[in-house]
């Protein structure tokens, strides 16, 4: 078998079984968007990694979906108006429910995950949530942290926003990009991602077959997808995000969808 990259996945056979996208890592069991969670979605089976980065004032790209600490850590204030060495004082404790106790919890930046999962070889998925990366400057400051972590063939773009996604393509083509929607029932858009709220595909129920018609590859907004399994399966989902890639990997396997 082929490793895993963004290539494979792309190529991945029409009722292959669907590969499970960790959502911020495990984060129903670890806070969020730590290394510790990532390790632990890995050692329960997720296929593909996914995360959010954005910038500090500094110029460094860390893995953080808030634009503010305020929620997911102990620290307070926007992100984009700290130092890296300012965010690094703090430690993440949430994710979806109550504050979690995690070792040390650092913040990581890019380049820490990158160099964490390299072994692993794994499939990333890096959403996008700053608007600093429209600006070319920020766009090749990504494209420059991919390639000195030897990570550019295992990393796919993702937003809600498609010109954040659509200007580091352009510095780096080989990249594979895609747009997530809450509105959008039908997959065309010009990119080879898509990432549809789980709702539309009761719209069109064909949301699978027409993306792979297209050579696409979609993926519900659904991190809790357990209760939707038959009808992802009757469906044709390729990919499955979820914040428990355990606990949904159960729920496959009973399903024999494995």
Known sequence: MPPLNWQTVLERPRGAPPLLMAHRGSSNEL????LEAFRRALEQGADVLECDIRFTRDDEIILMHDATLDRTTTGRGAVAEMTLREIKKYRVVRSFGKPQVLGDGEIPTLAEFLQATTAMNV??????????????????????TLARGGALDRTALLSFNGARVRACKHLAPQLPIGIITLKNPFPLYDTELM???????YLNP????????RKRIACPLDPEPEPRLRFYRRIGAPVLLTNHPALTKRALALLGWV
């Open 31 to 34: 806070p969020e968007n730590t």
């Open 206 to 213: 064909l949301y699978f077959v027409w993306a792979r018609r």
């Open 123 to 144: 499939p990333i998925a890096l959403e996008l949530k700053d608007d600093r990366f429209v600006e070319r400057a920020g766009g090749e400051l990504l494209i420059e």
């Open 195 to 201: 990432g549809p709220l789980y709702l539309l595909l």
